[in-house]
């Protein structure tokens, strides 16, 4: 009795499993094909920069649009304008410690000056040269403080004096006694020195306010005119010149006027 052949193949088979004679071969099975994705999930690195862009192109037209609007976007966002205040403060602060800097070196370069002043004025044979000067001299100029063993001496500019009974020329004088001794003070002790080299003594006229003879203790201080007959309208070089009678000690103070 025969087989009946297989209803559920049209390809007969013959015993080794392959196709009868005359028959092709049946279709090879195996998996299925993967569906095929689409672009965008295919590319999703593309995908994500273009959403990038388009994102950043609407941000762009709601602010306005156009390049000009976003420079500005850029220019005035809170991260620009941080960095402009931090340079903005920094320069100012550079600007701030130069300033200081300059106005220090200036208060430093006139202590100096004053101090180099105070010293010159302080030492024997120090300061400007006049005719008749002495090597142990101390000398200033008119308006100085001179300042010798304690004994602090100011003389004003030699000026024209009272000239009712003549020509007269006075300087004001201030004595101040830093020393630990008492100290003779006479108008006396101031002489005039005039452009020919002539040397007068002190008078009672040319004014109403005359160095008046006294004692000074230690830290006491007196002031007042010491007048001379001359008549310093013409001009040329004065040296008032002061050196105590009645002390010992101390060295003779000039003050050059060049009128």
Known sequence: MTSPTNPASPFPSSAAGTPAP???MPPASGPAPEPKRSWFA??????????????????SAL??????GSSNAAATSPAAQSIASIASQATAGQDSAATSNRQQ???????????AGKADTGKTGSGPSFPGK???????????TIDDDGIQVTATAVSAGDATLGPTACSTIT???????????NALDFTLQDPAGAISN?????????????????????????????DVSAGGQYVLLYKPTLSLFGHRRAWINNL
């Open 134 to 144: 002495q090597s142990s001299d101390v000398v200033g100029n008119a308006g100085d």
């Open 42 to 59: 295919r590319h999703k690195i593309l995908t994500g920069i273009g959403a990038f862009v388009a994102v950043g192109i609407v941000a």
């Open 175 to 185: 004595i101040t006694n830093g020393s630990k001794n008492t100290l003779d003070v």
């Open 202 to 230: 002190s008078g009672f006229m040319g004014s109403s306010n005359h160095l008046s003879a006294s004692k000074l203790i230690a830290g006491g201080s007196v002031s007042g005119d010491v007048c001379f007959d001359a």
């Open 22 to 24: 005359g028959y092709p």
């Open 105 to 115: 070196q200036t208060q430093n370069d006139e202590a100096s000056k004053a101090d």
């Open 63 to 68: 602010n306005g649009g156009g390049g000009a």
